[in-house]
């Protein structure tokens, strides 16, 4: 809001007073005021503020500055931030009744494009009252809402009998009195004004419950637990088993127990005693029929038991004997 005092104290300048922001969420509210006094001038330049909604600016012969007002036509509001003019396409006006304890009660409509708030409560005193209706005009667009108490009560109906309505364009957009601390609406502004119960329920089905909460859940688990627990455990396992076992017990046994021993007992002891009578007649017994029935019949699995029984037992009967 800004407030502007002509010709103050008889000087032809002009005292302007900017409320530039308003915070009601503390107690006592907080406001950021801008207080200036009009310059006197020389030329037109000592006029131009930089801002776009004052329009063009003169020195007049008195050494005030005057502006030619804004540079938007009637039906249209001027944005200062963006150098720019746009239609009105509605307004919105709100209506309250306060209750016991007005002090406790504030509201403000805010433009979401850009986050300007383009209509607030004044601050109430007189309770059980009806309020002056306050009415902005406004853009196209979409638009907030908020009423508040701060004792958490709203305005009805325990300690009063207050409400509020909002209207726009003549249309109910909300109302009511029982909202505790506070209630948000939300409505549009176009070629008629929408209530916003259809702006309510959209946002929380939509972001909180359906999205957040399945979406996570199933993902994980399936991809984390299933994968790890069968690769491991075949891999690691059967593996080592029967590598390990079956090679070394076969391979020791019988390189180093069958080998060395008819090599060296029969060939150092018969040879150098008698080479004609004993030979022949010992040698085809006892190498032909042992060698072929434990070697051919139980190679894969009694090959620990049977092969050091004959190789033992019939080698020294006929050695010994005839060399005496």
């Known amino acids: 809001e800004t407030y502007t005092y002509e010709s103050f104290a008889n000087s032809g300048r002009i005292l302007t007073i900017t409320a530039n922001s308003i915070d009601l969420t503390t107690e006592p509210g907080i406001a950021t005021v801008t207080i200036a006094l009009q310059p006197l001038c020389s030329n037109d330049s000592d006029c131009d503020d930089g801002k776009y909604c004052n329009g ?7 050494g005030i500055c005057q502006s030619a007002g804004s540079p938007c036509g009637n039906g249209y509001l001027c944005f200062e931030e963006s150098d720019s003019c746009s239609l009105i396409a509605g307004d919105a006006s709100v209506a309250l009744t306060t209750d016991n304890y007005p002090g406790e009660i504030s509201w403000d409509i805010k433009r979401n494009f850009d986050q300007e708030i383009v209509l607030s409560s004044p601050g109430y005193s007189s309770a059980n009252t009806p309020q002056p209706i306050l009415t902005v005009d406004l853009v196209a667009g979409e638009y907030t809402f908020t009423i508040r108490d701060t004792y958490g009560d709203g305005i009805c109906c325990s300690v009063g009998t207050g409400s509020y309505t909002l209207t726009s364009n003549e249309n109910v957009i909300a109302e009511g009195g029982e909202y505790g601390f506070g209630e948000v609406k939300y409505f549009t502004i176009g070629s008629d004004p929408t ?6 329920p959209t946002p929380n089905p939509t972001t909180i419950s359906p999205t957040s909460s399945p979406t996570p859940a199933p993902t994980p688990v399936p991809t984390s ?12 396992n059967p593996t080592p088993v029967p590598t390990s076992s079956p090679t070394p017990a076969p391979t020791n046994i019988l390189t180093s127990s069958p080998t060395p021993a008819p090599t060296n007992v029969p060939t150092s002891s018969p040879t150098q005693a008698q080479t004609s009578n004993p030979t022949f007649a010992p040698t085809p017994s006892p190498t032909l029929a042992p060698t072929q029935s434990p070697t051919t019949a139980p190679t894969p699995l009694p090959t620990q038991s049977p092969t050091p029984l004959p190789t033992q037992s019939p080698t020294p009967l006929p050695t010994q004997s005839p060399t005496t």
Do not use: Q
């Open 225 to 236: 637990n299933p994968t790890p627990a069968p690769t491991p455990v075949p891999s690691s």
């Open 56 to 62: 063009i600016e003169s020195c007049n012969a008195d």
């Open 195 to 200: 209530l916003l119960p259809t702006r309510n």
